[in-house]
């Protein structure tokens, strides 16, 4: 709970963000954030262009974000028809169904329950212990992603990550009801599943775990340009 205490505490000093302050037409607020943010003073050239680019989007999306309430604009993001490739709501269900799909991966079957996955393999000394290797492994395998988003799209390491993580996924639950079952007691054949796991989980780290959050940037309701990486 310590962690969570101080996250919690930590959100009393969050600052809003600029550009919810030009929506609000506080622009000196929104300045005094960005100074904050990028550590420039106040009447710098670098936080006047940022600020000019923020209020100019925003001018942007007040012209053509249907203006007749709160609610409006959110159904703005269902205008459209299906089968249009560059619709409002093409892209509304594109955005939520990767976030489904990226839980539909199965990587909170090892985060949530690996412990007591691992414990029921019935060879390993110290479940708990592991679960820390598969959770390293998932933070040092993130930076890699913000290499190859960029220099692959997100489209093409999305279906290179989901074919790799779905290979490792077979081969664990083929050895698992092989070689890996409890009464055998194969150290090798677990000590192999355990590998699987790690690869499995690099390939979600690089791509299926950051390479949908961005994409929501992108999705843009105000804007029939096609999406980045896409």
């Known amino acids: ?7 919690a505490t930590g959100l009393f000093f969050l600052p809003e963000s600029p550009r919810y302050y030009v929506k609000k ?3 000196e607020a929104a300045t005094k954030v960005l100074t904050q943010l990028r550590g420039e003073p ?6 006047q262009q940022e600020l000019a680019e923020i209020v ?5 999306e007040l012209s053509v974000i249907p203006t007749g309430g709160y609610f409006s604009s959110w159904l703005a993001c269902f205008s459209g028809s299906l089968f249009n490739a560059s619709s409002n709501v093409r892209r509304t269900i594109l955005g939520a169904s990767l976030q489904m799909m990226q839980q539909w991966t199965g990587i909170n079957f090892i985060f949530y329950f690996g412990t007591t996955f691992f414990k029921e393999l019935g060879t390993i000394s110290n479940p708990f212990l592991l679960s820390i290797i ?4 998932n933070v040092l395998s993130t930076p890699i992603s913000f290499y190859i ?3 692959f799209g997100r489209r093409t390491i999305l279906i290179y990550g989901a074919l790799g993580m779905l290979v490792c996924e077979f081969l664990v639950g083929i050895i698992g009801v092989t070689a890996g079952r409890l009464e055998k ?7 192999a599943q355990i590998a699987f796991i790690c690869i499995y989980i690099f390939f979600f780290a690089t791509t299926w775990g950051p390479g949908t959050f961005p994409l929501l940037g992108d999705i843009d309701c105000t804007n ?3 999406l980045h990486g896409f």
């Open 1 to 7: 709970m310590l962690w969570a205490i101080i996250l």
């Open 25 to 27: 037409n506080n622009l």
């Open 42 to 47: 106040e009447g710098s050239e670098y936080i």
């Open 56 to 60: 100019a989007n925003n001018e942007y």
């Open 134 to 137: 598969t959770t390293l492994v």
């Open 149 to 151: 988003i960029e220099r």
């Open 185 to 191: 007691h194969d150290n090798s054949a677990v000590s």
């Open 224 to 226: 029939n340009s096609q």
